[in-house]
C-alpha cells in the first residue's frame, strides 16, 4: 500500500463524512437561527428554548436523509472491503 493509495482513502473518507453531516448540521444551523431571530424580535432570553427545535431538526434530518446517509456509507464501507486485498500488496 502507497502513500498515494492512504491519502486516497483518507480524502475520500473525509469527503464522505462531510456529506453524511452536512444535512444535520445545516438544518440545526437553520433551527438555531430561526429561534436566535425569533428570540431578538421578541426579546424573550430563555435558553433551553433553542434546544428543543434543535433536536427536532436533527430528528427530522435522520428522517428525510438517514437512508440516503445510510447508503452512502455503506457504498464507501464495502468498496472499502472489495478492493482491501488491493490495499493489503
Known amino acids: 500500500m502507497t502513500d498515494v493509495m492512504v491519502m486516497q482513502i483518507c480524502k ?3 469527503i464522505v ?3 453524511i453531516s452536512l ?3 445545516l438544518l440545526c444551523l437553520g433551527a ?3 429561534m436566535s431571530i425569533f428570540q431578538s424580535v421578541t426579546q424573550v432570553q430563555e435558553f433551553t428554548l433553542t434546544f ?3 433536536i427536532l431538526a436533527a430528528i ?3 428522517a ?3 437512508p440516503w446517509m445510510l447508503r452512502t456509507y455503506i457504498d464507501f464501507a464495502s468498496n472499502i472491503f472489495i478492493n482491501l486485498s488491493s490495499y493489503i500488496k
Do not use: D, R
Open 32 to 34: 438555531g437561527l430561526t
Open 52 to 54: 428543543i427545535p434543535k
Open 17 to 19: 463524512t462531510l456529506e
Open 64 to 66: 428525510l436523509f438517514g
Open 23 to 25: 444535512p444535520i448540521i
Open 60 to 62: 427530522l434530518a435522520f
Open 12 to 14: 475520500q473518507a473525509l
